[in-house]
């Protein structure tokens, strides 16, 4: 489970990246305390690094309360507050990472701001998906 406030940007783009790197083999889910739409600049920011995040929903965090999850990623500080309790988690894990929602400036500008924001996504997850998953495959 990949946990931020809106589930709009950072955990829609960290749910890319996890199954692009995990191949489809583990069960990725993506959720937000208070969820809103899947930003149209995140798709975009995805779709130039070569993966397809249009599909994604933006989820409540409460629909999978109940579900046995191996691990709970945060990546931003306002979901690690409000992060629900999952008495079944293996492991819990935070790494803030900048809003892409907040860039000002013309839409290039702030597409560069995703752009960076999803290639230090791109570092983080490729890292933890080694570390914790393709050694079991």
Known sequence: MIL??????RSQ?????????AS???QVYSAGTHPEEVN???IYAMKIAGVD???HTSNKIDDYIGIDFDFVITVCDNAKE????????TTKLHHSFSDPAN??????DQLKVYMEVRDQLKDYFKKFTKDNFLSKY
């Open 4 to 9: 931020c406030t809106g589930n709009s940007c």
């Open 13 to 21: 783009m960290a749910e890319g990246w996890l199954n692009y790197f």
């Open 24 to 26: 489809n083999r583990v």
């Open 40 to 42: 149209p600049l995140a």
């Open 53 to 55: 995040i249009s599909h």
């Open 82 to 89: 409000k992060c629900p309790y999952f008495p079944n988690i």
């Open 103 to 108: 860039a000002t400036g013309t839409n290039s």
